[in-house]
């Protein structure tokens, strides 16, 4: 089986499409060992190969089968490995949403592994809540901008967003989905940016409360920072 999931035979044309794909992620995976982003966008991936999670293991299998230079790749390692890894990107990659999260491994265990992540960003793949395990991204201390923009989400319900969304948040982007139901019910004192621009909303419940600050007006109480709402 490719690394990219299950591939229909296409001939020698496909053959150099997944070599071309293959060698982009390769590269790619080199490129975040030096400059920790991590660029996957537009690999026509069906799935993520397990070592985009765990850079550390798959860096040092390089070592082990190359034996070469193997002592300056741990000391660059400690600099730009894992641990200083700043964004994840795998947007465009429209065939990932066709498969569980087993499958395609954005499972939670896997996301958790990105545990330095600042930037997460997964625009156009298809995603829904099958397909990406979403509790996965609350666990990542250090999380503040999340992109799901046109994926196919119908509904993001009160579990959905607490399990998503961790306390760091300032962004959070969900243009172009197929959301007909958006509830929010935990506060996120950190959140600026909220875009549900394009959706199908028929019920957005953000919690309209009075605040303490405004006594007798209203206001997102539970988005005390929110200063930029998109909703068309």
């Not at 990932?96 to 939670?108: I, P």
């Not at 994926?151 to 948040?169: A, H």
């Amino acid at each position: 089986m490719s690394r990219f999931g299950k591939q229909k035979p296409f001939g020698g044309q496909q053959q150099k499409h997944d070599n071309n794909a293959s060698l982009r992620l390769d590269n790619a995976l080199n490129r975040a060992r030096k400059e920790a982003n991590l660029n996957l966008s537009n690999l026509s991936l069906h799935s993520l190969p397990p070592d985009v999670f765990d850079l550390r293991q798959s860096l040092l299998n390089n070592n082990n089968n190359n034996n070469n230079n193997s002592d300056n790749h741990l000391k660059a390692w400690e600099i730009y490995g894992e641990e200083a890894l700043v964004s994840f990107d795998i947007s465009h990659n429209d065939q990932l949403g066709f498969s569980n999260s087993l499958d395609n491994n954005l499972t939670e265990q896997n996301i958790r592994k990105l545990e330095s992540c600042k930037i997460f960003r997964a625009k156009g793949c298809s995603l829904n809540n099958d397909s990406i395990a979403l509790e996965g991204l609350r666990s990542l201390p250090n999380l503040k901008q999340i992109d799901l923009s046109f994926n196919r989400f119908e509904k993001l319900m009160e579990d959905d967003i607490g399990d998503m969304v961790g306390d760091e948040i300032t962004s959070l982007l969900l243009e172009g989905n197929q959301l007909y139901d958006f509830t929010l019910n935990c506060q996120l004192t950190k959140l600026t940016t909220l875009n549900l621009r394009g959706c199908k909303l028929t019920t957005l419940d953000l919690f309209w409360v009075p605040t303490p600050q405004q006594g007798s007006g209203f206001g997102y109480y539970n988005l005390p920072n929110l200063t930029s709402l998109d909703l068309t």
